[in-house]
């Protein structure tokens, strides 16, 4: 019989991948500033307040959808885990999937494919030229 913590999938090495993956201070710092750019570019694009779209507890449906379509595209398009979109969109990381998988659904219907592939090419562009700075 094998010992399993020797393994890496039983619960202590599981304890230790995750370990492993908490982001340090400076990777932290960057992904909430990645979040606050997808915030202020979903904001100006459906022309929603920022704030409402920062603000805890629940949202009207039009102010929610748009924070949705945001998580869904810093997860997909920034390569930012759940975990680290919900910490830059003050949610927690089971709303940030919620939202993944409601806008993937979505997206079989062609008007609102054709609004989140905007969103990710806006998205995409802008941080890009923020980089090269």
Known sequence: MQDMSSEGDGLAGGAAANASRR??????????ELCECVLDIVAALFNVSG????????SSMGVARVRQIGMYVAHVIL???MTEVGRGFGRD??????????????????????????VERVTAAALRQSEAR
């Open 23 to 32: 982001l340090s201070p400076l990777a932290d710092e960057r992904s909430a």
């Open 51 to 58: 704030r409402e779209l920062r603000e805890a507890g629940r």
């Open 79 to 81: 390569g930012l885990n």
């Open 93 to 118: 990381r089971t709303t940030v999937q919620h939202a993944c998988h409601l806008v993937e659904d979505m997206r079989d219907d062609d008007d609102f494919d054709r609004i989140v592939n905007m």
